[in-house]
Each structure stands twice: as C-alpha cells, then as structure tokens.
T-cell receptor, first 111, second 113 residues
C-alpha cells in the first residue's frame, strides 16, 4: 500500500474551517484516499473517501489534487467535538481491503 | 453508533493465558477485520475474514487466530499471552467489495499482567 505523510499535530479555532493536509505521492491508480478519525479511547470513525473527484458529505469535504499526490480534508465549521486524531489512508480497491494506519494528525480545536 | 459491537469492553489477563474477544458485525456486512492498537500508535491490521474464510493477514504470529461464523460475527483468539499484547483490539465490519467503508466497534481494552 502507498504510504501517507501527515503533520503530527494542528490547532484550529472553534467555528473556523479546519484544513488537514495529506501527501500520498506514490498512490497508484486503483487506490482510494480514505479519512478516518479517532476520538480518545473510541474506535476509528469513517469520515469520507474519494478516488479522484472532490467529495462532500455531512461531515466534511475531501479535495484531491489533479495528480492525486495529495489531498486535504476540510471540516467547514470546527467544534470542540472535532478534537481527535485524523488518519489519511490510501486503500487498494482489490484484495483484502485492509486499512494501513499511520500516526495521523492530532487536531485540537481551541475554544 | 456503527452497529458493530465488541465484548468485553475491558479485560485483564495473566501472561501465558489465552483470551477470546468477540465482535458482532453491522447488519448485512459479510467482512470482518481485526486490528491491534498499542498506546500512542495507529491501529495495526491483524487479519480479515470474508464469508467465514481468512482473507488476508498482517504481521502477527500464529498464536493470533480467528473465526467467522455463518451470521458473520467473529472471534479473535490469542494464545500464550505476552505483556506486549496489552492493547486496544478493534473490530471493523464492511460489506466487502470495491471501496466499501469499514465501520469500527468501540474496541476491547486488553491488559496483560
């Protein structure tokens, strides 16, 4: 699986947009970009995924660059409950579909 | 709420013992994966079951084994427990197929003393 690079930590003011970057320069054509988050002591929570087009759902937006080598997860109006570790994962469409987690970005929302 | 339930939530075992962890997958999901998460690290893939057959395994020794039942629930068994097996064990279920998202349970916190 391709590896991802994320900043170790980020802060964001409550009510502002949180933009979390991810580099995946070795991503291959059959790999999706997935985002999960993990609030302390809970299981990871699925946020969003995409292949090459930008995606939006009720939780977030995912912007993938045209060359697919990087992406940004956007939480449009961050709340204190968005404080968590955010994982960017590239995942093969085939095979056993395992998720390869890195160390993620620890996002802290500041009141 | 993901519909994935794990039991027990917490467990303390002695080194050398055996443990069984259980997972009920979300309704309609035929694929279950297990992950180990040590403190301060991301989850690590142990193995996956698809329709009662093992469908991929991570870098874990054979003393980590599993089962999936006809109703798609699953068990993770760990024999000869070691202190380093202390971790949060996570179960994730998915529908199987291209790009299907996985939904995680809350995990079982295992402490080996």
């Amino acid at each position: 699986d391709a590896k991802t690079t994320q900043p170790t930590s980020m802060d964001c003011a409550e009510g502002r947009a949180a933009n979390l970057p991810c580099n995946h320069s070795t991503i291959s054509g059959n790999e999706y970009v997935y985002w999960y988050r993990q609030i302390h002591s809970q299981g990871p929570q699925y946020i969003i995924h995409g292949l090459k087009n930008n995606e939006t759902n009720e939780m977030a937006s995912l912007i993938i660059t045209e060359d697919r080598k990087s992406s940004t997860l956007i939480l449009p109006h961050a709340t204190l409950r968005d404080t968590a570790v955010y994982y960017c994962i590239v995942r093969n469409l085939f095979g056993n579909e395992k998720l390869t987690f890195g160390t993620g970005t620890r996002l802290t929302i500041i009141p | 709420e993901t519909g994935v339930t794990q039991s027990p939530t917490h467990l303390i075992k002695t080194r050398g013992q055996q443990v069984t962890l259980r997972c009920s997958s979300q309704s309609g999901h035929n694929t279950v994966s297990w992950y180990q998460q040590a403190l301060g690290q991301g989850p690590q893939f142990i193995f996956q079951y698809y329709r009662e057959e093992e469908n991929g395994r991570g870098n874990f020794p054979p003393r980590f084994s599993g089962l999936q039942f006809p109703n798609y629930s699953s068990e993770l068994n760990v024999n000869a427990l070691e202190l380093d097996d202390s971790a949060l064990y996570l179960c994730a279920s998915s529908l199987g197929g291209r790009g299907s998202e996985a939904f995680f349970g809350q995990g079982t916190r295992l402490t080996v003393v």
